[in-house]
């Protein structure tokens, strides 16, 4: 199928270079003689928008031929890091060894034993420490391919090119770091709070995802999650439930685990079908979640195809997480709701500090490494392991905050992350969690007043650009109130999280 598809692309590939070497006042004449071109507007409407930056056919042949040699930075990251780095292995508390790897790094940090989450990170991030040099030549190369093609398709800078291709304002890249950085406050109180539940003199960068309150888990069977998932989702009305109710009757998802099924959890559409869904079902509050979140992303490719036509649907990944995450802040509210023992709400709150942490926060300071290194490039000051380094620990020590120790070894994290080779990428999940966390708390407090404009924008596919379409779920983008916003619920949630601490000390 997929030797197929290429194969129609290339057939269609005319279709670009004649739409853009056409007078737009010929255009405006071909929609008036035959309105049904209109059902093609949006599609050619998005080729245009971009005409001041594509190039002659020569040129852009050329650009083609130079894309395979530009994955290169990305490809011997993928190599470096998959294949030829070796991890060693490390002591736990108890003397065991335990082999380390990427794969097994968070996971190994998420431990309750604090001796082993210090002998893995001091292990771990030696061992990128000892090809620095390395990585810093493949980060460099990577961002030098995006100045290439920013310069050779006119744009200013590396930044304005990815925004400008996904059609959002610069301003909301501007508005989230500026909102993040106004109420850093609330993440440094955050940081202070992980301290005194972990009970550590010191906080430290292997404390970071340790758990702060103990496991609250009593199992959840499919049929009681399914009651959950159609409990929590009733605010957005009836038509959504009973659509939530169909997926569920008619098999629409593949639950269990079962051998040789790829791991983890998606979500699929079939234009003129539905959408399908995979989990990998383990009877945890967990999948819960899971299931909610993809059944977040089915309920907007439903809508979307049920509303528009083919070429209409396909939603852009700026807001493709919207519809996830605002059904588990939905869920979350719904379980913070009903939940009295003061364990089960604990470990609730925690869910959603760890959600704003790794979300909200984490991507923003990505995002800002990415920023700043680009401009750097673009002054000609040089990306090499030092300045690398420098500019990553001191980002880190903003967004911690006095009450962590910024542990040299923490200046190699930038090394590992594979997010730094997708070109601008971070900041969309910083945003949709933000717009999501702000939609949730509307519906909530306004009922249909805010679900129905919300169902609207599940309905609109693709048919205006990201940040528009957000507002007409209320979310402005292109503003920092949202952000501001969704970091105040943060806020609260530490604030409880304190008062639970304090009980709990007493
Ligand atoms: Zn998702």
Redesign the pocket.
């Known amino acids: 199928m997929q030797t197929f598809a290429v194969q129609i692309d290339e057939m269609l590939s005319f279709f670009e270079a004649e739409i853009l070497d056409m007078d737009p006042s010929e255009l405006a004449r071909y929609y008036d003689a035959l309105p049904e071109l209109r059902k093609y507007e949006v599609t050619i409407r998005e080729i245009v928008r971009l005409r001041e930056h594509s190039l002659s056919k020569e040129l852009e042949k050329l650009l083609a031929s130079a894309g395979e040699m530009a994955q290169t930075p990305s490809n011997g990251f993928g190599m470096l890091s998959n294949a030829d780095l070796r991890f060693p292995s490390v002591r736990d508390g108890e003397g065991k060894e335990v082999q380390l790897s990427n794969g097994r790094f968070v996971p190994v940090q998420m431990s309750g034993d604090r001796i082993l989450r210090k002998n893995a990170f001091e292990a771990f991030y030696g061992r990128y420490s000892e090809f620095k040099n390395t990585w810093a030549a493949l980060y460099d190369g990577q961002v030098k391919q995006q100045i290439f093609y920013a310069k050779a398709r006119k744009y200013p800078s590396t930044f304005a090119a990815a925004v400008t291709k996904n059609n959002v304002d610069p301003a909301v890249c501007d508005n989230l770091i500026e909102s993040v950085h106004r109420n850093m406050d609330k993440m440094h109180r955050y940081v202070r709070l992980r301290r005194r539940m972990l009970g550590v003199e010191e906080l430290h960068m292997y404390d970071v995802y340790a758990p702060m309150v103990s496991d609250y888990d009593a199992g959840v069977t499919y049929e009681e999650a399914q009651e959950m998932v159609l409990a929590a989702l009733r605010p957005l009305g009836e038509d959504y439930i009973e659509v939530v109710r169909e997926a569920f009757r008619e098999r629409w998802i593949d639950v269990p685990e079962n051998e040789g099924k790829r791991s983890g959890a998606?979500?699929t559409g079939v234009y003129g079908v539905h959408p399908y869904m995979l989990l990998n079902w383990n009877g945890t509050l967990n999948d819960v979640f899971t299931l909610i979140?993809?059944m977040?992303?089915s309920m907007h490719t439903w809508y979307s195809s049920k509303n528009q036509t083919f070429l209409n649907s396909h939603y852009k990944i700026f807001v493709?997480?919207v519809a996830?995450?605002t059904n588990e802040i939905l869920l979350l509210e719904y379980l913070l709701g009903k939940a009295e023992d003061r364990k089960e709400r604990a470990y609730l709150i925690n869910h959603y500090l760890e959600s704003f942490k790794g979300t909200l926060f984490r991507q923003t300071m990505f995002e800002e490494f990415e920023r700043k290194t680009n401009e750097m490039a673009e002054k000609g000051i040089p990306l090499t392991a030092d300045t690398l380094c420098e500019t990553y620990i001191g980002l880190n020590r903003e967004y911690f905050g006095e009450d962590m120790v910024s542990d040299p070894l923490i200046a190699y994290e930038w090394c590992r992350i594979p997010h730094f080779y997708y070109n601008f990428y971070v900041y969309q999940y910083a945003t949709s969690f933000a717009a999501s966390v702000a939609i949730a708390h509307r519906i909530l407090s306004e009922g249909d007043r805010a679900a129905a404009p919300y169902l609207k924008f599940l309905k609109s596919g693709c048919t205006d650009d990201p940040v528009s379409l957000l507002k007409i779920a209320g979310v402005d983008l292109s503003t920092g109130r949202p952000v501001d916003e969704a970091i105040a619920v943060f806020g609260e949630a530490v604030s409880e999280m304190e008062k639970l601490a304090e009980m709990e000390e007493q």
């Open positions: 998606y979500s979140h993809e977040g992303h493709a997480e996830s995450t």
